[in-house]
Nanobody, 120 residues
Framework: QVQLVESGGGLVQAGGSLRLSCAAS????????MNWYRQAPGKQRELVAI???????NYADSVKGRFTISRGNAKNTVYLQMNSLKPEDTAVYYC??????????????WGQGTQVTVSS
């Protein structure tokens, strides 16, 4: 059984930084992609950043140049470094692991979400 545990959210002033972490537990053979999404109140969940198994990254236009997605030395951990935060970045942030291969087969998984609040 794979479980994702997120951490690192909180309250920060505009212009500040936060680093989100997402650690996957379980006997994982491989992961196709590690993503971060966010959902603001009253809005749809949106894709923020993608990290493929090959190491390629992609970002939403709204966060390019400010956010960085990376994989930890413990390969089943993904980070989202968020700099120059703006009030419009306020949302619940979710990590999403796609194509997680275990002895039981392949599946996708979601973290529980972590709140990021940016004050003006």
């Amino acid at each position: 059984q794979v479980q994702l545990v997120e951490s690192g959210g909180g309250l920060v002033q505009a212009g500040g930084s936060l680093r989100l972490s997402c650690a996957a537990s379980g006997s994982i053979f491989s992961i196709n992609a590690m993503n971060w999404y966010r959902q603001a109140p009253g809005k749809q969940r949106e894709l923020v950043a993608i990290l493929t198994g090959g190491g390629s990254t992609n970002y939403a236009d709204s966060v390019k140049g400010r956010f960085t997605i990376s994989r930890g030395n413990a390969k089943n951990t993904v980070y989202l470094q968020m700099n120059s935060l703006k009030p419009e970045d306020t949302a619940v942030y979710y990590c999403n692991l796609v194509g997680v291969l275990t002895a039981e087969g392949g599946s996708d998984y979601w973290g529980q979400g972590t709140q990021v609040t940016v004050s003006s």
